[in-house]
């Protein structure tokens, strides 16, 4: 009777054992996934803001489309000047325009392809090289023709413009899907800001002396003559053009898609460990 008894203590005595090995083991796994998922979460909203901060920087660069207003009667006047289009006049500027609008279905699309097929960064990288290039290539442009002019700065930069409109927005979304709309809403300020910034460096690089249109015709326009600042109008695309290619690579390095498997805005159950199997196994033996 009394060794019956002694093997019931100790049988006892092992399930407790058991059953606090199993508690303890218990909370730390628990304690290790909650850190984890701490750390996980923290690098996520990190790398997450600066796929934000590099779309606003690529978008500054596309956003200085919107500089048109500024820089066409500087362009329409080296063409008078210094081209065979003597007869070109600052209405004609609007050509430049309507042929970029021609594409922008077409390129917005072909943007979105390349991102579903190659990635964020392949999509926005050949959008921003096809923009930045145009820019470039205006340089000489604008010393031939309006037409010439109407191809690079209008249909060549539109169609990159808008092939890299879209992807750089949408993969910042990816990273906070709870946060979509004001992400986006970052990414488009970045796009209505790039005006604002290269308005001033056009101004003052052209016409630093802040000089009134000279020439008045018979209909009433007016144009640029001075010799220095129309020297600068070619220029300044260069200018652009380089500036634009250096904050684009700051861009494409910083923006990335997010890894399918990691999704921290999204609720979900608490993965499984193989510790915690463990643990109900350990457990029932115990029992």
Known sequence: MSQTTEIDKLMEVSRDKCYSISTDRTSSTEDSTQNNGSNNNRRHTIRGISVIVGGI?????LGSIYTFGNISPYMISYLRERTDDKNVRNVDALWIMNI??????????????????????????????LYSGSVALTYFSIQHSLVAVMFSYGLFANFGLSSSYGPPAQAAAKWFPAHYSMVVGFIL????????????????YINPDNLSPDEKTSDGERYFTDSGLLDRVPKVFLLLAGIYVVLEIIGLALIGDPKA???????????RTILQDEEKYTHVLCV
């Not at 609008?101 to 050949?126: E, H, M, N, P, Y």
């Not at 300020?189 to 003052?204: E, H, K, M, R």
């Not at 498997?261 to 608490?270: G, N």
Request: contains cysteine.
């Open 57 to 61: 920087i690529v978008h500054l660069t």
């Open 100 to 129: 970029a609008a021609i594409t922008s279905g077409i390129s917005t699309t072909c943007g979105g392809i390349l991102d579903k097929r190659f990635g964020v960064r392949v999509a926005t990288g050949c959008g921003c090289l």
């Open 189 to 204: 300020c970045g796009f209505g800001g790039g005006a604002v910034i290269f308005n001033q460096v056009i101004t003052l």
């Open 261 to 271: 498997q990691i999704m921290p805005d999204v609720k979900s159950e608490k993965p």
